[in-house]
DNA sequence: TAATGTGAAAACCTTCACAGCT
DNA sequence: AGCTGTGAAGGTTTTCACATTA
């Protein structure tokens, strides 16, 4: 198989299959064809397919995918089967949601270190095992835990000073909560949760929806 | 103009448009070309030009776009010149980090009820200025506050559930932050938020990135 | 001159359809 | 018999390149 540059689509489709396995395995399936996950995924078989056949061949024919198996191999693809070290940076409202949001550290990502800029708070606990450190241990605290990636939930104002100085301390992967689109370097990977932005192309189709009312 | 189906990706990039030409009117900017555009999003003067022609001509050959009219214009095409009645299913701490989350109001999002299935929560203040509502209520408070959309934040085992409810009460919108992905029918619209995706993704490209480390 | 708006080309992604394996 | 894996077809999205206009 000659391997091709993979679609980002694709990969951005990988954890949802992860997330469906994982389910299935639960409830105890032990065997799933790509009509059965399509269905429950909302998607076509075929798709299912070709996503997967830009990684190998995991399946057998006739039958179907070991669900245990291409768990496993997806999991191992996506790089699921480690743990990637993270910090906060930024312990407001929203950063202390993040940090005591359940379902982070399941799924590996482990957040070892809490920063703010905001001396009151400096010293202070936050979450259940972690004390806010300032800004300017940000690099020391990164190589002392290995740190990978940042999660960053401060104002948008402050947010691309962060963001620059994370990527001058040699993070590799952001997730910005920011309403704003940073700039990172092309070797940074950089993701944002922006619910405002999800639900102003929501109200596109709304509008249509609604013509006509008072 | 012959008016073609407009492609969703569009529609997804349109409220980027609004947030840079907000930030250019706030910045005294007057007019603004593709170019200058494209270079603060990151993207091919080309693909905005091409984006905004679906919706109509804009701008001025020469000189570019008044950056208060296209604002204006794409404002209204999204339904942004209005506001939008919103309710809270699930006032845990994410719910409750959402209600306090100042993004929303400012855009024209309005959350008139939070509602809640755990007793204890029910007639307990949330945000500054709402009371937790049972979910027998859910109803009543929609049709009562004209609510459109519905910001859900119940654990994943019961999200399915809680959708069911609201589309039967006539929801149009579901922003759902449960790390489930729900089935509506084709007439709700459905945004889905997801840190822990973004994540998986994001690490299928670091592992690439850190390969030979330790 | 400078930048839009847009057909046409290129790139990309999804679906089809079937050979081949179990 | 049933389902995968995959070239090829079909569809969609992006980019090109240029006629047009202020």
Request: net charge neutral.
């Amino acid at each position: 198989m000659i391997t091709v540059q993979v679609p980002e689509v694709v990969v951005l489709r990988l954890p949802l299959y992860v997330r469906a396995l994982t389910q299935l395995a639960d409830d105890g399936i032990e065997v799933v064809s790509s009509q059965q996950l399509g269905r429950r995924l909302q998607m076509t078989p075929a798709q299912i397919r070709k996503d997967l056949s830009y990684f190998g061949r995991f399946g057998k024919q006739g039958r179907g995918y070991k669900v245990e198996f291409l768990m496993r191999e997806l999991g191992q693809i996506l790089g699921l089967d480690r743990r990637w070290n993270t910090c906060l940076v930024g312990v407001g409202r929203l950063g202390r949601a993040i940090i005591n949001y359940p379902g982070f550290a399941p799924e590996g990502f482990n957040i070892l270190a809490a920063l703010d800029s905001d001396l009151t708070q400096i010293n202070t606990p936050v979450g259940d095992h972690l004390i806010v450190q300032p800004m300017g241990n940000l690099g020391a605290e990164i190589r002392r835990h290995e740190i990978v990636i940042a999660i960053v939930a401060v104002p948008a104002a402050q947010t691309q000073t962060v963001i620059d100085e994370l990527v001058k301390s040699d993070i590799k992967g952001i997730l910005n909560y920011a309403p704003v689109a940073p700039q990172v370097p092309m070797n940074v990977v950089l993701r944002n949760i922006d619910p405002v932005l999800s639900l102003q192309s929501m109200t596109y189709y709304l509008r249509d929806m609604l013509e006509g009312e008072s």
